[in-house]
């Protein structure tokens, strides 16, 4: 969860509005219904790593991504009759719903890695306290982000370190390769306990009580740049809801 603070846009903008631009995204992934409004929107989506200056970290993490995805279009185009989206007068194997669903699950891995790209645990916590979220949970909320990004560097520097004994993860059909990843997933679990037990301990040591009345380093404070990309993205949102309203019910006309 590192921002590219190097970047003299991410640095201008308020952590708010940064927030509200993934957060966009993914609402119009849920909002459009046509394979080449998802087309468009990932392109929009992709510019946006490149305004941003993430599109390396997006692109590095985002490969990982990939069998997941190509999972997913197998899964749609021939399982689809069996989902909640499956509507009769549609054919048990479509390619068409395969593609669609595929670029729809590419759009929230790509946002949700902006999103985190972008924005730090302690600007969440801030952006929810400016929400008026209660703070046990707002810190809660940040803990776990924080506790997630802990997690993974232990699990790459067990994964290492086990490789370099001669454990050879990748080798064997799935069932085997899912059993050699018992050495990492054990000692990752238990680094993870003892983690958890550190948390608690240090938050007794502080006293922490969980009042609202804290003080925060972080005092966010909206410009005229701000507003402007707010307001964009609000405007998409509803632009799009009365687009689509307006389409269906014309269709209900006709």
């Known amino acids: 969860l590192s921002v590219q603070q190097q970047h003299s846009l991410i640095r201008r903008l308020d ?11 993914l609402t119009l992934a849920f909002i459009v ?20 200056n993430v599109w390396r970290d997006v692109l590095g993490k985002l490969k990982k991504f990939v069998p997941v995805l190509a999972l997913a279009f197998v899964l749609w185009t021939t399982l ?12 048990a194997f479509s390619m068409e719903i395969g593609a669609f669903m595929t670029v729809r699950l590419f759009i929230i891995i790509t946002a949700s890695l902006i999103l985190v790209n972008i924005v730090t645990p302690n600007e969440i916590i801030g952006i929810l306290r400016k929400l008026g979220v209660p703070s046990n949970i707002a810190f809660t909320f940040g803990l776990a982000l924080r506790h997630i990004k802990s997690i993974s560097h232990e699990y790459l520097s067990i994964k290492e370190q086990q490789m370099s004994r001669g454990l050879e993860l990748d080798k064997g059909f799935l069932v085997s ?3 050699n990843y018992i050495p990492v997933l054990t000692p990752l679990i238990i680094r993870s306990i003892e983690l958890a037990d550190n948390i608690t301990l240090a938050m007794k040591l502080k006293l922490y009580s969980g ?14 740049i701000d ?3 707010s307001l964009v993205c609000i405007s998409a949102i509803i632009f ?14 006709i």
């Open 80 to 91: 689809h009759s069996y989902s909640l989206f499956y509507y009769r007068g549609t054919s």
């Open 211 to 224: 009042s609202s009345k804290r003080l925060y380093l972080l005092n966010f404070k909206m410009k005229n």
């Open 240 to 253: 799009t809801i009365i687009l689509k309203f307006l389409l269906n019910f014309k269709l209900l006309i």
């Open 177 to 179: 390769r899912i059993k």
């Open 15 to 25: 952590p708010r509005s940064r927030f509200i631009v993934p957060l966009t995204i």
């Open 227 to 229: 507003y402007i990309v």
């Open 33 to 52: 219904n046509t394979i080449d409004e998802l087309i468009v929107l990932s392109i929009v989506t992709i510019a946006v790593t490149f305004i941003f």
